[in-house]
């Protein structure tokens, strides 16, 4: 063979090995057990790819893509919607509702988008899907795990929310108790007191949510999943996820682990620094004035201290 062709059949292998990993799909639609979830990549930056895991149970991702946006000027940020939610399909199935599934759903989500290197975020559900899937998935390419506002333990949750009832004012605290006692939670009093709770401890820059653009024509809230799977309130638990509780496992993680948290969030920091101590070499992040949707009333700190996070991972 010729020294020429030699040279320019090296040249081109060099170019090839240099070349970035194609980025995600910008939008559509992976098949999972039970229907299609939709998903959506913002940017396509150098950097490794992220995959945020939104709440729930029966939540949405749609009110992520604005506030994540700052991540995504460096790296691909993939959200989804989980089966039941939002722009996914919505089977009446309730065999589905279960956390095996969910977490078979980031597994067909990896192999659909050729993930093979990915950090993973979990928000509040969305952090038990992360830690369940990494505790029995065993998954490669997995360079960090970001837990904001997790649900690792459901007791904890509870023992959380009820210790932040005692700072509301007596009169909404005695709303939840009769509300809770009659079992009529959709009464205006109950109602309007746990709107109170929510603009304390959920999400500090408004509530009830501003519509956001987009959210628009996204089928809101899936409340079937969201009852069968933790219950009729934030503070009355009476689905599957009744005794999920991860701590004793937590040692396990063996990768990078922040947890990120709102200074006023439903689940609240001293429970972050809990956790922390059973995940060595895990860090938490407290995130002044914002509650459980950290990322919509601080975004820019939120991103700042996930970008950091990241960073400091890939670096290492």
């Known amino acids: 063979m010729e020294l020429r062709t030699l040279c320019l059949l090296f040249t081109a292998s060099c170019l090839a090995c240099a070349e970035p990993a194609e980025p995600p799909p910008a939008e559509g639609f992976v098949d999972v057990i039970g229907g299609r979830i939709w998903y959506q990549t913002m940017g396509s930056g150098d950097e490794i790819p992220l995959l945020v895991i939104h709440g729930g149970p029966g939540g949405g991702s749609c009110r992520y893509l604005a506030s994540l946006a700052q991540l ?18 919505r089977p009446s199935d309730t065999t589905l509702w279960n956390v095996p599934r969910f977490v078979d759903e980031v597994s067909r989500l990896r192999e659909a988008l050729n993930l093979d290197e990915l950090h993973i975020l979990g928000h509040s559900w969305g952090g038990s899907v992360a830690v369940e899937y990494m505790l029995t998935k065993a998954p490669t390419g997995v360079r960090s795990l970001t837990l904001s506002g997790p ?22 605290q005695l709303a939840l108790r009769a509300g809770e006692e009659s079992k009529d939670f959709d009464s205006p009093e109950f109602l309007a007191a746990t709107d109170s709770f929510y603009a304390r401890f959920f999400v500090r820059s408004g509530w009830p949510w501003a519509a956001v653009p987009q959210c628009d024509g996204v089928a809101g809230r899936n409340t079937e999943v969201y009852e069968y799977m933790w219950g009729p309130t934030e503070f009355t638990v009476t689905g599957t996820l009744l005794d999920f509780d991860r701590t ?21 920091p001293e429970t972050m620094f809990e956790y922390q101590r059973l995940i060595p070499g895990s860090v938490v992040e407290v995130i002044e004035d914002a509650g459980h949707m950290i990322m919509e009333d601080q975004p820019e700190r939120f991103n700042a201290a996930v970008q950091e996070f990241l960073a400091s991972v890939e670096t290492r």
Do not use: C, K
Not at 154 to 170: F, H, Y
């Open 248 to 268: 004793d496992r937590l040692h396990e993680l063996e990768l990078p682990v922040m947890f990120i948290v709102g200074r006023y969030d439903e689940v609240r």
């Open 72 to 89: 995504a000027e460096s790296r691909p940020v993939i959200v989804y919607d989980q089966l039941g939610s939002g722009r996914s399909d």
């Open 151 to 172: 649900v690792i333990d459901t007791e904890q949750v509870i023992a959380d929310a009820n210790a932040l009832r005692t700072r509301l004012p007596e009169d909404i």
